[in-house]
């Protein structure tokens, strides 16, 4: 029996710290609609990379963390959260071989259907829906996937994250 040896594990916590910082940071008032959902992206690539280590029980987690940090409804992101790493975790897969564009829209899917439980859970709680704006983060986060998609491969590579 081979012993496996996780390797990494503060490289993943430093990314997912950094997507924190990027959604807690002010932004313009025009942009706060466009900001990409950070932990979310950060979250489906992990999922993807290593879903062993991140999975859905990081989302949940991730999420009550997020719930906290916004103020939202808590559990509001968590379940959202564990959702889209479920989903990402049960497509890993196929997305891992689809070309960019591929990616790019299966992204967006995972995106939308994040949005799409917090929206559900807004509506349940009594909030009415923002107007069309609310979709904009799945557009910005379908804009920035590539490139967090490289830097992220290139930062696992380059710190042996196993």
Same mark, same amino acid.
């Given at each position: 029996?081979?012993?496996?040896?996780?390797?990494?594990?503060?490289?993943?916590?430093?990314?997912?710290?950094?997507?924190?910082?990027?959604?807690?940071?002010?932004?313009?008032? $025009?942009?706060?609609?466009?900001?990409?959902?950070?932990?979310?992206?950060?979250?489906?690539?992990?999922?993807?990379? =290593?879903?062993?280590?991140?999975?859905?029980?990081?989302? $949940?987690?991730?999420?009550?963390? @997020?719930?906290? @940090?916004?103020?939202?409804?808590?559990?509001?992101?968590?379940?959202?959260?564990?959702?889209?790493?479920?989903?990402?975790?049960?497509?890993?897969?196929?997305?891992?071989?689809?070309?960019?564009?591929?990616?790019? =829209?299966?992204?967006?899917?995972?995106?939308?259907?994040?949005? @799409?439980?917090?929206?559900?859970?807004?509506?349940?709680?009594?909030?009415?829906?923002?107007?069309?704006?609310?979709?904009?983060?799945? @557009?910005?986060?379908?804009?920035? $996937?590539?490139?967090?998609?490289? =830097?992220?491969?290139?930062?696992?590579?380059?710190?042996?994250?196993?």
């Amino acid at each position: 029996m081979r012993v496996y040896q996780q390797r990494g594990g503060w490289i993943i916590i430093a990314t997912f710290l950094a997507a924190f910082v990027l959604t807690a940071m002010p932004v313009p008032e $025009w942009a706060a609609s466009w900001r990409p959902t950070w932990v979310a992206l950060v979250l489906v690539y992990w999922c993807m990379e =290593l879903p062993e280590r991140v999975g859905i029980g990081v989302g $949940w987690t991730l999420g009550l963390l @997020l719930d906290a @940090l916004t103020g939202a409804l808590l559990g509001q992101h968590a379940l959202a959260m564990s959702v889209t790493a479920y989903l990402a975790v049960k497509t890993r897969c196929q997305i891992r071989v689809f070309a960019t564009v591929q990616q790019v =829209l299966v992204i967006s899917l995972l995106l939308a259907s994040y949005l @799409l439980m917090m929206l559900f859970v807004k509506a349940m709680s009594g909030i009415p829906p923002q107007d069309w704006v609310y979709a904009a983060p799945v @557009l910005s986060g379908a804009l920035v $996937w590539p490139w967090l998609f490289a =830097l992220l491969k290139k930062v696992r590579r380059r710190a042996h994250v196993s």
